[in-house]
């Protein structure tokens, strides 16, 4: 489904690179295949040992680091993030990776995912008498970390601050003289470790490795803590490792389909899923169809299972970003569409399979099902490769609340007659685990149901913050 | 293949509306349709009957009207357009439409294709004390029809104008009260006429059509003038129609796989062109993948035919774009890649059909080959949908001069070498054609091969100059 | 008085340079010299003998040429233009200098002046077919010099245009291999040729001269044409020096002060017209004070006469822009205003005698006079070092038609009691002139009287622009 | 002397309002008055009671709020600064006013001047744990009150943060419930109350309250703290008073002329140097001149009381802005000169009295110089209306290190030979302290006179900070 026309944004996405003189042009490339976990912001940091550097703002990518901008960044240590933001968390102040200078030691940080209780954590901070910059969860764990005890070692110092923190969290931390790396102990979000020649690096997704040609190495671990500098790698723990809970929706949704989690790549993992669908229900139809980008691997694996030939059904306008000026209600009215054209030729006078990733508000599957229907299709089934959302997401994907999503209370075919389809079909969570195929022998193969089920693997508290909720310090 | 990877680009995409009050509105959506058609500018005209307004600048449909600088447009008529441009004809006075305004009738125009002779005709245009503004051959057209006898009727002038253009030419004009479309008598570029509601509107492509909710009534003919105004529409010939010439390349690579041409279907004419393949040569193989995004038809009907899964084995990092900091030379020879990763679990030990468009230099085809072995293809079979590009165009296809093409002296076999491919297959021009099904029992058709034969439908002259040569005056 | 208060702006200033190898950064400077000329578009456009290179744009020069822009320009001669423009001569490409490429030799010209039969002749080249790109009368020239039979030389074909003019104007003209320059037969606007080394060099003001520390030789004569190769330099006339009319209102108000014309200094020449005020009327006064900047060598003139001390009771707020937010009428009637502030401890009780160049509208006479008083003094005596103007400029002054000047159908003392003041006093035509001093014996001293007497040096039009009436092609 | 052509440089220039529903659009305009004491970033922070809103940015106050950015600032409370800033202190980041957002209560700050014991307090609040946004030593003041024990009410807080500070310092603070005001114990910096209607204004310099129409009701005292709220106005001390030392340059060179200091206004007090100069030494000569602008006033002074004339003798090329392109060295050495012009037919053949207000490095005297000898002035008299600058100031005025200081270790007549100058004449401190006339009787008049004399008013630090030297932590 496309990302544009709902509430389901993944975060960000982070990098960090040790011992390699073009931290800064590697991080770069690496942010371009990050691209796609968030638009709205970008930056990179770097250290040569003494000070650090950093250019980011809002925007691609390609517009924060339009000119010659980079070749000011000097360092052989590098860290770097793509961010998607809630209404409240906007601002070039919020844009990370977040710098904290300071004469006992600067620090640099960058974050994928949600700490549930960062307000908890902030008001208490605050109550002592620190000043945030941001309104961001990540700074927490810098104020976290210079608050500990002079006595302690920076190690010691960062485990310590890391074992505060409750939720989602994959860091990327850098100092003067070292990158940190910490996952938090439900490996929520992925990250993966890699090597370039002699320097290692990190990232959310292996995809990034193939653009800067590292190799990839073994993922991070539930509440791990790893501290790469001039001596070389070393790894401890700040928190037991609790039961493996990997998003789910990283395989279904966000993640690029070359990249890879934990050993599993993703296009196969959704062919699967599509296969899977296939060998379940039996649809007499002339064509399927994927709704690009997401689902077009899971409509590839439905058509081969299935024998029902597979067709571009469905073409995404590349062009509409996000300066792109809305039609109003009353061009739209007269036929204005945007974003997603039917092919006519394709589907006229034909029953088609519309396969999808997920099903968020509904609003959409029932746009594209009208557009197939107009150009012509006779009869349109609709496939989902996931089981039916019904619970909020606290570990930084940007869900609706629960009452936003269509499948809360309502039966599967309450949610067809709302769409308009002739048939819907969810994967069913066991399904869906078994055609992933973790190695996992843990509690759900070690991947996280919680917006499925409604169960997490997590306390959450009374203030924890949605994604869209996040600012409430005016 | 990709454009960004070869010297292969469309002169550009026009669009016109008469008789609609948000003509402006629908340009604008319309240019989003058509933006694969021309990357580096854009504008619109708009008239209200009472004068013109203009927005026009270098950059995406997308940054030139970013804010709200599009509500500043009021008009029931307008022209638009989408451009490429060769290095020389780079700058805002290039943009068009262009806008000429004269005490004598103002008039505003755009275009696609290539004139042959615009060189000859600027010189005696000079000659006889005009001023030209730009580097752009359009511009020919308007000094012709002002220069024409003051006793001739407006529409006679422009019919004796358009009569002295030699080449490829899809004209959209306007005046204070008309919208004029013309198309060269070879019918080389698309030009399609649709109905939204009460009002007229004109394209390079029918995609266009489909996204402001407008039907398609029928392609322009060759040698057609049609005036549209406020009492109705109105076509004649200003020159007799010479053989259909539609450019192949049309089907091949520029259009969107959702246009129909003369009623045929892009993305149908690709998918039969790779069935074609598939039951003229018979490949041994474990997997099909297209390179994104035009091909991606072609290998889809390979799949189809050979029975061989179709995969994702390459993807197309989309947030490449033009502001993109290519890698050193040195970081190259490091591993940083960019635009196209291969998927490594998908090729990974196996034996790999990749299905092309076209191949120009044949620098990008061996780099994706060599992509795909490194990551671990144990065979790769080029499967080439269009048979071998040996001449330059002259029609507004930025094709490179013959030296560089790779097959201009080659055998398939040298070539195959050249790129480093297990085997290599073309379609030869009769299997192209079949393949597409153009209902026309002219000539080859009525499609214009001359960059596959060397065969050019029209004159062409000593000084006619290749797109990127296009500029000769200092 | 201050030029952002009122209607009374110059059209511009050129500049030109042959024979220097840093053509475009001496342009550069000198334009700095000339900013005061026009604030709205700078240009400069250079020649290395092969084609033409140019930087031009709206804005300040500093702004225009922000960046490293400067060193792209390459050659040894050049020509650059700021200009002020009416509200309908806006628009970059209304900005100069104008170029006009051609496969018959390319031209780049510079205007500063308003040439009075330019709607005529505009109207008399369109019928014949040509198409014109701006709305400026300046390419109007550049069109008769094409049209001009092709037996002739190019200087023949340039005088011939030349001589077609009617009005005032000051051309520098730029060719692959020659700078030409051009003065009206009356010599209306200001124009000087110096040597730098052994380049020549031409600009509105001699001021320009001292900034790129080059040396004055002479005034361009009326009617003259000079054109400078690398031969060296030839003038000859395209037309007889009509009555020598030189604009009063450079000496009065345009110029810089370190500005000499036809080897009078202005600020002395300003200076000497406040003595004569001093000398022509007693007023018991106890401060003197000029409203800045151009009235301050005129009050100093007065205070050295009259003895009475010269005070800065005025101050002039420098960084009140282009930008610069106006006060809503609100926020005014609350006080607050804006470009001028009195100095309270320096008129408050005091009898002050207010010395300014010129009252065109009046309103901001009377606003002056009303701070002032406001501020605790207790008589203001206002004192004009010029003649009351009744009429409108047609030769490249923007002042306001003749029914908004204050002066044209009202006595001295009408005007008086308008703008509050407790006296008023105006310099007389003959007593400017004598001030002045120019040497000509010629009628008025060589001086146009005409916005002040209503007697115009050229004929007039009906169809005249006034310069904010220019644009009359829709 | 020209701010441009020698390191001596404001700080800041600083202005509140409590009570105006304008508070933002007020805040704009005074800050066009105040733009000469910072022209390198400008902000704006208001508050409705609920929360801030701010517009901050690097660049003048015309370029910072362009566009209608201001209409999107409401309040009734709003502080302001214009900033200056030395090379380290760069970066959007350090823009004021800075604003702290907690939940215990939200802070914004803005300041004028230097803390000497800045960087002691820093690393004691770092070391406990506290985390720095900028390099700016008002940032220390947020942490001061922010740490301070919870028990004490705010405005007690704010009293013991405030008296823990060393320096010079004029502090505007605003919460959303009030505006709070300070002063340091010797009132180095200036700053004034006043009334617009029923709102309280405050400001460096009294020309911001002119502009705004608001009326002077008295400086803020050494060792003041002012809280203005709702239910109104405050006032009480947070430290003894110390002697009153007023920077002695804000009279020399940095406040603009129609402001008043303590009752003195400035242009007057100048005018009185110049008029003592001219009875301490007798000069025979033809003009006076003087460096624009900072000199005008005592030039006129020295004028008047001397009986030479006063002339425009330099010209300042007032479009010469921070983007302007410097002229190579090559060009310099070729005559381009910028900035200042002098004007040959006022100094060519005369013996000049050039009138400056102080020399630091002694280069841009001698340039001057040189330019007048150039010009054809036979001799030139150098005269400065204050004493010889040699100490560095440590309480936020930019002068050189001691060591550039030309006249640390040089007698007068050294200074003359190396300036050029015919004769040189300082002001003794004595004279100069007379002329001013400020009433107070406390030593030195209550003004600091460091600079001239190396005996700074307050305790200086070892690691006390240069304001060129202010960032140290990495």
């Known amino acids: 489904m496309l990302a544009e026309l709902r509430g389901l944004n993944e975060e960000c996405g982070v990098f960090g690179i040790w011992g390699h003189e073009d931290a800064a042009q590697i991080s770069y490339y690496a942010l371009h295949a990050l691209q796609h976990r968030g638009q709205e912001g970008a930056g990179i940091v770097v250290t040569n040992g003494e000070g650090f550097q950093v250019i980011k703002d809002e925007g691609l990518v390609n517009e924060v680091f339009a000119g010659n901008r980079l070749n000011d960044l000097k360092g052989h240590g590098g860290i770097a993030q793509v961010r998607y933001s809630s209404e409240n968390g906007r601002g070039i102040e919020n844009v990370q990776p977040l710098l904290f200078r300071s004469t006992t030691g600067s620090i640099s940080l960058a974050h994928n995912g949600n700490i549930v209780n960062a307000v908890e954590l902030r008001e208490h901070l605050e109550r002592q008498g620190s000043i945030f910059q941001t309104n961001s969860d990540t700074e927490v764990l810098a104020h976290l970390i210079k608050r500990s005890s002079g006595s302690l070692t920076q190690r010691d110092r960062v485990k310590k601050a890391l074992s505060m923190l409750k939720g989602a969290f994959a860091f990327v931390m850098l100092t003067e ?70 998003c789910s929706m990283e395989y279904v949704y966000f993640a690029r389909p070359d990249s890879d989690i934990d050993g599993i790549n993703i296009h196969m993992a959704r062919k699967r899923c599509g296969k899977r669908l296939a060998r379940e229900v039996k649809i007499d139809a002339d064509v399927v169809t994927g709704v690009p980008d997401s689902s077009i691997s899971a409509a590839i694996g439905f058509s081969e299972e299935s024998g029902i030939p ?29 974003k997603l054209s039917p092919v006519r030729q394709v589907v006229n006078g034909k029953r088609v399979v519309m396969v999808d990733d997920s099903i968020v508000r509904g609003t959409t599957s029932k746009r594209i099902v009208t557009l197939l229907k107009e150009a012509g299709a006779t009869e349109v089934h609709v496939v989902i490769a996931s089981p039916p959302l019904v619970s909020p997401c606290f570990y930084g994907v940007d869900i609706s609340t629960d009452s936003e999503l269509i499948a809360t209370n309502r039966s599967i075919d309450e949610i067809r007659e709302l769409i308009g389809a002739d048939s819907l079909t969810f994967l069913s969570p066991e399904a869906m685990l078994e055609s992933i195929g973790r190695p996992d022998t843990t509690k759900n193969c070690g991947q996280c149901l919680a917006c499925f089920t409604g169960e997490y693997p997590t306390d959450i508290y009374s203030d924890t913050a949605l994604p869209h909720e996040k600012e409430r310090v005016r």
């Open 177 to 246: 003289d070292s990158l940190m790396i910490a996952q938090d102990p439900n490996g929520l979000r992925p990250l993966s470790l890699g090597k370039l020649g002699d320097a290692w690096v990190v990232a959310s997704e292996t995809c990034a490795f193939d653009i800067i040609g590292a190799e990839h190495v073994r993922s991070v671990e539930p509440g791990e803590l790893i501290i790469i500098n001039n001596k070389g790698i070393h790894s401890e723990r700040f928190a037991p490792a609790a039961d493996s809970a990997m």
């Open 310 to 338: 597979y067709e571009l059904g469905l073409i995404k306008n590349r062009y509409v970003g996000r300066t792109f000026i809305e039609p109003s209600q009353e061009l739209r009215e007269k036929g204005v569409k945007m």
